[in-house]
């Protein structure tokens, strides 16, 4: 029997990738909580402050291992892309930025662990009838509530950079008064809806398009993964150019994990920035 048909039966590729679609959910407070979804989520975001706390508490003035090295790349990097953008004090925006770049690379690099893996493991640890019943989805950012609590988080931090920047007062009149100026009171009085319709559309699209190219992206990425196992991992005969295809599509993937890491990323310093800036 094939390895895709000992997963989906006689359903064929619309029952494979249904399986692999499948979360193990939980209700909480009335509505679906994703377990997958949270637990790989908070595995990544522990492991990335070890990996980087621990090359921090052995960092030295003298020539860097490579662990330190590379670390310090990165961190060279993400500062280099923030003070492009950024011309404030970037002391709390740089481990901002740097926060969000790793743990969306972490989580869209899910991808590229072999699809059939944890389907592998639980066949292996308790047999195939349980393995039947096993769903898991590990790639976190293909799932549309991870982004978007993600972008509602920047959301929040574009308020709040809003009204330091600003003040509350300030902040409010710029929302009534801008973009359309006027200096008749009447005329002002009559452009605040509009005033105030456009700023609220400007302020929810930034989260909304966060999020929804996110998620659309590493959605994609990963029904390409399953079309290819699907479609080529039915027989041992299409084992070698499964294999192929796979590894291609992976190297391909391998630019949009860190690209849309990356947008994630510069779109979030760019938006704060914005919210020093006066219409």
């Known amino acids: 029997m094939s390895f895709v ?6 359903g064929g590729l619309n029952e ?4 692999h679609l499948h979360q193990n959910t939980i209700e909480v407070f009335g509505g679906g909580f994703h377990i997958d979804t949270w637990a790989v989520s908070l595995v990544l975001g522990l492991f990335f402050i070890a990996w980087f706390a621990f090359f921090a508490r052995k960092a ?3 020539v860097p291992g490579k662990g330190q090295a590379f670390v310090e790349m990165i961190l060279e990097f993400i500062d280099g892309q923030v003070k492009d953008s950024f011309h404030g004090d970037r002391r709390s925006i740089t481990p901002l930025a740097l926060t969000i770049f790793m743990w969306v690379v972490l989580m869209n690099a899910m991808d590229l662990l072999p699809l059939d893996a944890p389907y592998t493991a639980v066949k292996l640890a308790a047999g195939a009838e349980v393995a039947h019943s096993t769903y898991f989805r590990w790639v976190p950012t293909a799932d549309l509530n991870t982004t978007l609590g993600l972008s509602v988080v920047v959301f929040f931090l574009i308020l709040y ?8 007062f300030g902040f409010g009149k710029e929302l009534m008064t801008a973009p359309f100026h ?6 002002k009085t009559l452009l605040v809806p509009a005033n105030f319709g456009l700023n609220l559309i400007e302020y929810l699209v930034k ?5 929804m190219r996110l998620f659309g992206n590493m959605y994609g990425g990963e029904l390409v993964f399953m079309l290819i196992a699907g479609l080529l991992g039915g027989s041992l005969l299409m084992f070698v150019p499964g294999v192929l295809f796979n590894t291609a599509w992976a190297i391909f993937h391998i630019l949009i994990v860190l690209l849309q890491a990356f947008i994630f990323m510069i779109l979030t310093v760019v938006y704060i920035a914005g919210a020093y800036e006066s219409h």
């Open 5 to 10: 048909s000992e997963q989906t039966g006689s």
């Open 16 to 19: 494979y990738i249904q399986h």
């Open 60 to 62: 030295s003035s003298g």
């Open 161 to 168: 950079h809003s009204v330091k920047a600003k003040g509350g």
């Open 182 to 187: 006027a200096h008749n009171p009447v005329v």
């Open 207 to 211: 989260p909304v398009s966060l999020a």
